[in-house]
């Protein structure tokens, strides 16, 4: 009986002390938890990608196939969707980079949103999608794909 009751106040943990359990938990949650964050970032990236190639396919198809005329204008429509997304998921994509760079900071401090991927409170640290639509990043290749297709338009209107 004397042999348990030592054993369990050694397992026990004393009052304003942490156990080096405790500190290795910590960072193996770290580690789970960066690597969750950082494979939802490579999924928005790799959605980006595939966004724009839909959109440079879709381009070609048009030029290629020499649609009519009075149809060209309506390949606005799906270029100006495709921005749109593009843009989207790169705002979610910025946003899961600061909850990356939040968990960095605090994880081994602070347990609260532990696991959490929810990014709403750092939206407002977020530029809006439209911002992020005529940004360097995503303005001019969705911008100069516009200009070719009205350019396009222009061309085969005034042939006919």
Same mark, same amino acid.
């Given at each position: 009986?004397?042999?348990?009751?030592?054993?369990?106040?050694?397992?026990?943990?004393?009052?304003?002390?942490?156990?080096?359990?405790?500190?290795?938990?910590?960072?193996?949650?770290?580690?789970?938890?960066?690597?969750?964050?950082?494979?939802?970032?490579?999924?928005?990236?790799?959605?980006?990608?595939?966004?724009?190639?839909?959109?440079?396919?879709?381009?070609?198809?048009?030029?290629?196939?020499?649609?009519?005329?009075? &149809? #060209?204008? /309506?390949?606005? =429509?799906?270029?100006? *969707?495709?921005? !749109?997304?593009?843009?989207?998921?790169?705002?979610?994509?910025?946003?899961?980079?600061?909850?990356?760079?939040?968990?960095?900071?605090?994880?081994?401090?602070?347990?609260?949103?532990?696991?959490?991927?929810?990014?709403?409170?750092?939206?407002?640290?977020?530029?809006?999608?439209?911002?992020?639509?005529?940004?360097?990043?995503?303005?001019?290749?969705?911008?100069? &794909? #516009?200009? /070719?297709?009205? =350019?396009?338009?222009? *061309?085969?209107? !005034?042939?006919?």
């Amino acid at each position: 009986m004397e042999n348990e009751k030592q054993l369990m106040e050694n397992e026990a943990p004393q009052l304003g002390t942490t156990h080096t359990i405790d500190v290795a938990e910590r960072k193996k949650d770290l580690l789970k938890e960066i690597d969750l964050i950082q494979s939802v970032i490579n999924r928005m990236a790799n959605t980006s990608f595939l966004i724009k190639g839909w959109a440079i396919t879709m381009i070609a198809l048009i030029f290629s196939v020499r649609s009519q005329q009075e &149809a #060209l204008p /309506l390949v606005i =429509i799906p270029l100006l *969707l495709f921005w !749109f997304l593009d843009a989207f998921f790169l705002q979610r994509e910025r946003l899961y980079r600061k909850l990356y760079q939040w968990v960095i900071q605090n994880r081994l401090k602070d347990d609260s949103y532990l696991f959490s991927l929810n990014t709403a409170r750092f939206r407002h640290e977020s530029k809006s999608i439209i911002r992020i639509m005529t940004s360097l990043t995503l303005g001019p290749f969705y911008g100069i &794909a #516009l200009l /070719l297709i009205a =350019i396009y338009s222009m *061309l085969s209107f !005034f042939q006919s």
